[in-house]
């Protein structure tokens, strides 16, 4: 099935601080979602993108779906303690395939 | 709209006893996913329905595993035997159909059902 490579695993940051992550695949998708998770619950959506080349912000949050359909990135901007969390990209093209998640810390 | 509702929340039973989880997803929603997640392997898809039939069960680890939906508004994973391995949290989501419409693709997860078995 297809294979999600998302990156870093990890990254501890400073209040303020822009981060940036990004998944790759060896399949297309014909879309490309990001997600968050808090402990204890499920992931919620951040950003869906659904064309090639596709740019969208929500708030701080800037994501883009890569032109060959493999790849996208997501940004955060100016982090804030309540960052904390997983992020999760995912990518559909019948099902659903999620990357392992990048662990997110903020420190104040 | 509730969201997607998984039950029970947590459920802790012994080795060898059968164990079920239940989904209510979204109402109108044709498209129910169950995945287990698990800290050395992350998010793994397990079985996705649409219009209450299974597409790929493909995911599903061995014939422990079963999974049903026999209505629009229901859906079961049963494991049975259940072993100490099948402990994680399994979760439940469900979307719109692939019709290419905006939101359409989007999974909404439930609050998952966290399983320890001993």
């Known amino acids: 099935g297809q294979q999600l490579n998302q990156s870093p695993q990890s990254m501890f940051i400073q209040e303020g601080e822009d981060v940036s992550m990004n998944c790759t695949s060896s399949?297309?998708?014909?879309?490309w979602l990001w997600y968050k998770q808090d402990p204890g619950e499920g992931p919620v959506l951040l950003i869906a993108?659904?064309?090639?080349?596709e740019l969208t912000s929500n708030g701080r949050l800037t994501a883009q779906f890569g032109i060959t359909r493999k790849d996208s990135f997501l940004n955060i901007s100016a982090s804030i303690p309540s960052d904390v969390g997983i992020y999760f990209c995912?990518?559909?093209?019948?099902?659903?395939?999620f990357g392992a998640g990048t662990r997110l810390t903020v420190k104040p | 709209d509730a969201g997607v509702i998984q039950s029970p929340r947590h459920e802790v039973t012994e080795m060898g006893q059968e164990v079920t989880l239940r989904c209510k997803p979204i109402?109108?929603?044709?498209?129910l996913f169950w995945y287990r997640q698990t800290m050395m392997r992350g998010l793994e898809l397990l079985i996705y329905?649409?219009?209450?039939?299974?597409?790929?069960d493909s995911g599903m680890p061995e014939d422990r595993f079963s999974a049903k939906m026999p209505n629009a508004s229901f859906s079961t994973l049963k494991i049975q035997p259940s072993e100490p391995r099948d402990s994680a949290v399994y979760f439940c989501?469900?979307?719109?159909?692939?019709?290419?419409?905006?939101?359409?693709?989007?999974?909404?997860f439930g609050a998952g059902s966290r399983l320890t078995v001993l």
């Open positions: 995912a990518g559909r093209f019948n099902d659903m395939r």
């Open positions: 329905f649409n219009n209450n039939v299974p597409i790929d």
């Open positions: 993108l659904y064309k090639a080349g």
């Open positions: 109402s109108g929603h044709d498209y």
């Open positions: 989501a469900s979307s719109l159909g692939l019709a290419g419409v905006a939101g359409a693709n989007v999974l909404t």
């Open positions: 399949s297309i998708f014909n879309t």
